[in-house]
């Protein structure tokens, strides 16, 4: 491990305890500010494989959808037939105690992490031979399938949805159930962040940028980019599913089109997201994330009606004016803040020759 | 670093000081007004019915409001109401509902439109232990699951359509049908087909074809092809709005042949004025209709509502924007009976709830569904190319007969 340097220590410490204190501090937010942590977790996956592997995906809503569903349906079928609580019109319904509420939570967002990660070992297998604008559209076509599919599957609901199981009355504190699915997701959020920031000090990412850069001229350079890129789109899935089993939970409702597999708001906006913040970079989906959900909490409300006109008119600022992202932006304007050096000589014989 | 450290801490700090200021939050009560909250949607593919429904809503705030508003402890409030569009999405549903409570400080909530949605908003209602007065979450399963701060003015799904069969075999001398269904894939119209099922096992019927049909569907030709070739004696058709445009559209287009077409959502949808004569004959379930006999001192009998809804938002009232006055209706009541604002009290006031309304009786069941009212079939009939809606059941309000079986589209003009 590289030491850490101690500016970094400071404001890494900062933000833990910000975010530790959050619920707190904003008491009435807590279910915004757990939004805001799954949307940083979506937004840094994202950039892994749009960002540094130059793969852009639209297929990380299909492990979301996943590893809700599979969170739900574990933590129900653990106790009780989950055929009968899902079964239409939910004439029967059970109750789960506290312990078997957080024993079932608790496997099942193991089973939601390992599960959408198999899967996409499988799936990269059969499609990462795909490039550019196949891979896009071929991902795009695997969210929208799947849900489609849990729209027909009876035992999860079907399209009556799937009511996850209630937070246990006998926690008679109301603040409880926002503050646990909050640590929940901060705790996905520092894990996601810890293990990409491990990746982005390793040869890991130096391969996927070999690939994002030249696929061809790093497969002869005798890597094995097929394994490379299953291992990393495996990873994206582990934390996706993860993400979408405590959203899963925090909602209460899954909708197979409209909550789990929902490519046509998340799906989207981690992608949007990560370009908002810049893409290939390790903070730029955090600003991004965190900037786009203020925006959209803040101005949404105000502009009833018209919140998808301004959203439109946000993504073609963007790309017109940040194409690189904000923290695109920012290296291009103070690249010395990156570590980038630049002969100032070198720059102005440029310039002459232009 | 440095720099875009310092960067990055003016914004967080920037960030802080914006959401503390903000977190000072509302009252339930505000000066003279009683603030309710909504999340409705005003845009995605609920948005007309969500505008019906706000519609309604605004219609009973003025009309409370003009005449006199509610009187608690001998003080006369408002009701104001805070909206929200949830995009006509689950998700974004229940994160508003949070946000009404908790940041806006609502104390009494008013539901959204669609079954699926109010699935999304309860359990969050249920936790904070507010009242919710809905009038457009019919799904049987939102009855079931012991819900106490829900109350729904109308009758559940399931029983929209089961009276269509019913008629259909009584009009087969008793003998079972065989019945076509095809049904969107949401809360809501899978409960009208839970119904359905119920009715044919009942019944002695069969069915024999049992299609699903996509959210935001604008295309059923691959049901329709097979109700071509098999000839079922009812065809049973759900999917809101858009379910009941695109049946009429695509079964006129291919003249499909059926005895009985039974649906949902056709005056939401407008039927009558946007396809005319093509509409005709459809059977439609309703929870309401201007015709019936109900009556109250705010709006009059349904007739006098629907002609003061049509001129202030220059169209028939359809029995969304119906229900969701009355929501208002029973809030004010309740709101008079507790003569308190604790919400405990308040939804103490709700479960003794038993009123006459313009839309129709409102006494709540167990499970928070109204069960005084039954539901309504009209059949949309032309005289010319003037079409409307007539009450065929139950017998105690129709007005016209129930035409069947509807005539073959080559000896239709």
């Given at each position: 491990m590289e030491k850490v340097k101690q500016k970094d220590l400071i404001l890494y410490s900062g933000l833990i305890i910000l975010g530790l204190a959050a619920p707190y501090l904003f008491s009435a937010f807590k279910v915004q500010l757990t939004y805001l942590c799954v949307l940083i977790v979506l937004a840094m996956t994202w950039n892994l494989q749009?960002?540094?592997?130059?793969y852009n995906t639209f297929g990380n809503i299909l492990f979301y959808g996943l590893g809700m569903y599979l969170t739900a349906s574990v933590q129900v079928g653990m106790f009780f037939p989950l055929a009968e609580w899902t079964?239409?019109?939910?004439e029967k319904t059970f109750v789960h105690t506290t312990a078997q509420y957080f024993q079932g939570i608790g496997v099942g967002l193991l089973v939601s992490a390992i599960i959408p990660a198999i899967i996409a070992g499988a799936i990269g297998y059969a499609i990462l031979g795909l490039r550019g604008h196949y891979f896009a559209i071929c991902t795009l076509g695997l969210g929208i399938a799947a849900g489609e599919i849990a729209g027909g599957i009876?035992?999860?609901?079907?399209?009556?949805?799937f009511t996850t199981p209630?937070?246990?009355?006998?926690?008679?504190?109301?603040?409880a159930r926002g503050k646990f699915f909050y640590f929940l997701s901060f705790a996905l959020l520092v894990g996601t962040f810890v293990f990409v920031k491990y990746i982005y000090g390793s040869r890991f990412k130096l391969i996927l940028n070999a690939i994002r850069d030249n696929e061809d001229k790093a497969e002869a350079m005798g890597i094995q980019t097929m394994k490379y890129k299953i291992v990393g789109w495996m990873c994206s899935a582990f934390f996706c599913g993860l993400a979408g089993g405590i959203m899963g939970g925090l909602i209460g409702y899954i909708d197979s089109?409209?909550?789990?597999?929902?490519g046509r708001e998340m799906g989207v906006f981690m992608v949007l997201m990560a370009i908002l913040g810049?893409?290939?970079?390790?903070w730029g989906p955090v600003i991004g994330a965190t900037l786009f959900h203020f925006f959209k909490e803040g101005l949404w409300t105000l502009i009833l009606g018209w919140q998808y006109v301004a959203l439109g008119v946000l993504i073609v600022v963007i790309v017109v004016y940040f194409p690189e992202g904000l923290m695109g932006w920012l290296r291009e304007k103070y690249p010395e803040k990156f570590g980038e050096v630049i002969d100032d000589k070198d720059r102005k014989a440029q310039v002459e020759l232009k | 670093m440095n720099k875009l450290a310092k960067l990055f801490v003016t914004f967080i700090s920037a960030i802080t000081l914006a959401l503390v200021s903000f977190t000072s939050s509302f009252a339930k009560v505000e000066g003279e007004y009683i603030v309710l909250g909504s999340a409705i949607?005003?845009?995605?593919?609920?948005s007309s019915n969500g505008v019906h429904t706000q519609n309604g809503y605004n219609m009973a705030v003025d009309r409370i409001n003009k005449m006199g508003g509610v009187e608690v402890q001998g003080k006369k409030y408002k009701f104001e109401i805070i909206y929200y569009d949830d995009e006509s999405n689950p998700k974004r549903a229940a994160q508003l509902a949070e946000r009404l409570i908790?940041?806006?400080?609502?104390h009494y909530m008013l539901g959204p439109y669609s079954s699926g949605l109010t699935k999304a908003i309860a359990p969050v209602t249920e936790k904070y232990k507010i009242p919710m007065v809905e009038?457009?979450?019919?799904?049987?399963s939102l009855f079931t699951?012991?819900?106490?701060y829900l109350f729904a003015v109308l009758s559940p799904?399931?029983?929209?359509l089961e009276v269509a069969i019913d008629l259909a075999v009584e009009k087969n001398g008793g003998k079972g049908v065989k019945i076509a269904q095809a049904f969107e894939q949401d809360a809501f119209s899978q409960d009208v087909r839970l119904g359905i099922l119920d009715a044919a096992k009942r019944t002695g019927s069969e069915i024999i074809i049992d299609d699903k049909l996509p959210k935001e569907?604008?295309?059923?030709a691959a049901t329709l092809a097979k109700v071509k070739a098999v000839k079922p004696d009812v065809l049973v058709v759900s999917g809101h709005t858009k379910g009941a445009l695109t049946a009429i559209r695509q079964i006129s287009e291919m003249k499909v042949d059926v005895p009985m077409l039974a649906m949902t959502h056709c005056d939401a949808a407008k039927l009558s004025k946007q396809h005319g004569k093509k509409s005709e004959f459809a059977l439609c379930a309703s929870?309401?209709?201007?015709?019936?006999s109900y009556k109250d001192k705010?709006?009059?009998s349904g007739k006098k509502y629907a002609k003061d809804f049509q001129k202030e938002f220059g169209y028939d009232p359809p029995y969304q924007s119906a229900e969701s006055s009355a929501a208002l209706l029973v809030f004010k009541d309740a709101f008079e009976r507790a003569n308190s604002f604790d919400r405990d009290a308040v939804r103490d006031a709700l479960v003794d709830t038993e009123m006459q309304t313009f839309y129709g009786n409102i006494k709540f069941g167990p499970g928070g569904q109204n069960v005084a009212k039954p539901m309504i079939l009209f059949q949309v009939r032309c005289k010319g190319d003037d079409c409307e809606n007539r009450v065929?059941?139950?017998?105690?309000?129709?007005s016209d007969k129930f035409y069947h079986p509807i005539p073959k589209w080559s000896e239709r003009s």
């Open positions: 749009g960002g540094e592997m130059g079964e239409s019109g939910g009876e035992i999860i609901g079907a399209g009556q949805g209630p937070f246990p009355a006998e926690i008679v504190d109301t603040e089109t409209d909550v789990a597999f929902d810049g893409k290939g970079t390790l | 949607s005003l845009t995605g593919k609920y908790k940041q806006d400080g609502v009038a457009n979450g019919a799904s049987r699951k012991g819900y106490k799904a399931n029983q929209y569907l604008n295309d059923m929870q309401w209709h201007k015709n019936l705010f709006f009059g065929v059941a139950p017998t105690k309000w129709a």
